[in-house]
């Protein structure tokens, strides 16, 4: 402990810090990559529940147009997004691997298909949503999850590495 104005070990200046013993690269890495992979999850997960809700209300006859069938696949990448969150408090690495993969087939490849899928919409934009041509707000929503996706996909191979290395010494 620091001590203001009290007595001092005598032949300590201070500098005799260097041989204690350091927080490993892998856990440091981990603590700062486990927030920002956390709200990639998060607002994956927020995404989801807009994309739900126009499911839901397309369906329903309420909002035009409805819900086209790779939103609905695409809703299942909940389920790997769920698994990304779980995984983060014990550093649970088949979890984390799960949500790699099933972001990849359950969540980028239904937006590959949707960006596909909106191309001939791209070129008449006859359906109209929120005042807006309903193509334009399709491809918003496409890019902000594959932000969050490639994000995502980013930091769980990080966090899977820094929670795998064993061993590794400061350079």
Known sequence: MAS???????????????????VADHYLASAKMKTTAKQCMVGHL????????????????????PAKIWEKIWILSAIPALFGIQSL?????????????????????????????????????????????????????IAVGAVLHVLGLYYSRKLVEAWTAKGQKRQ
Not at 46 to 65: I, N
């Open 89 to 141: 408090p014990r550093n649970k690495v088949n979890h984390m691997n799960s949500f790699f993969y099933g972001i990849i087939i359950l969540g980028l490849l239904p937006l590959c298909w949707g960006v596909v899928d909106l191309v001939p919409e791209l070129r008449t934009a006859t359906l109209f949503m929120f005042g807006y041509p309903a193509v334009y707000i399709y491809y918003t929503g």
């Open 46 to 65: 927020v995404l989801v529940a807009l994309v739900l809700s126009h499911a839901l209300l397309g369906q329903l006859g309420f909002l035009e147009p």
């Open 4 to 22: 203001r104005g009290g007595k001092h070990v005598i032949g300590s200046d201070g500098s005799d810090f260097l041989h204690r013993e350091r």
